[in-house]
């Protein structure tokens, strides 16, 4: 059974760091891109960003570019996501969200439960 | 980027209900368009992959057609459990933007 469990939410000041981790079990790990998608409170779904299942290659959001970094430890099953610069429109609930066919994107077809991020002075 | 449209943005309709829910693209993306469930509280949950092909699991009532930019999906007969926010995704081009959504209450 694929699961995906995040960690590392909390609540930060503007200007502020967090890292978001998402452990992964079921499948094989480094065959799938995985990716970050938030949802801030009320609202629809935003993609973040996305990792190849090597590591090397990796994609985001205009809105996050250059402020966070995705990242993966194949080693540990583990997916990262280092958050600096935070504002206050970041404040959202973050699914980790594995590629539904391994390429560098079809979709996510399992998610994790969220992990909730607020930024707020 | 390709943008997605949906509407309607919310529905209302009776149980048995067949229910449609469009998106559009604005621009071609061939067939590379999923569907998600997302219900009140929690993850989403992929209903329709490339178009129209049924993830294992989902109930046949769901169901999605549409090529290029124009996609529909429905539900041939609504059932309480079907309450939800649905979205539409392309997966064409980086970013896989997601639709506004569609919310479907019973009436």
């Known amino acids: 059974e694929v699961q995906l469990v995040e960690s590392g939410g909390g609540v930060v000041q503007p200007g502020g760091s967090l890292r978001l981790s998402c452990a992964a079990s079921?499948?094989?790990?480094?065959?799938?891109?995985m990716h970050w998608v938030r949802q801030a409170p009320g609202k629809g779904l935003e993609w973040v960003s996305l990792?190849?299942?090597?590591?090397?290659?990796?994609y985001y959001a205009d809105s996050v570019k250059g402020r966070f970094t995705i990242s993966r430890d194949n080693s540990k099953n583990s997916l990262y996501l280092q958050m600096n610069s935070l504002r206050t429109e970041d404040t959202a609930l973050y699914y980790c969200?594995?590629?539904?066919?391994?390429?560098?994107?079809?979709?996510?077809?399992?998610w994790g439960q969220g992990t909730l991020v607020t930024v707020s002075s | 980027d390709i943008q997605m449209t949906q509407s309607p943005s919310s529905l209302s309709a009776s149980v048995g209900d067949r229910v449609t829910i469009t998106c559009q693209a604005s621009?071609?993306?061939?067939?590379?368009l999923n569907w998600y469930q997302q219900k009140p509280g929690k993850a989403p949950k992929l209903l329709i992959y490339?178009?129209?092909n049924l993830e294992t699991g989902v109930p046949s009532r769901f169901s999605g057609s549409g090529s290029g930019t124009d996609f529909t999906f429905t539900i041939s007969s609504l059932q309480p459990e079907d309450i939800a926010t649905y979205y539409c995704?392309?997966?064409?081009?980086?970013?896989?933007?997601f639709g506004p959504g569609t919310k479907v209450d019973i009436k």
């Open positions: 969200a594995k590629d539904r066919v391994g390429a560098t994107t079809a979709g996510f077809d399992y």
């Open positions: 079921g499948f094989t790990f480094d065959d799938y891109a």
């Open positions: 990792i190849s299942g090597d590591g090397g290659s990796t």
């Open positions: 621009q071609d993306i061939s067939n590379y």
């Open positions: 490339d178009a129209s």
């Open positions: 995704q392309q997966y064409d081009n980086l970013p896989p933007l």
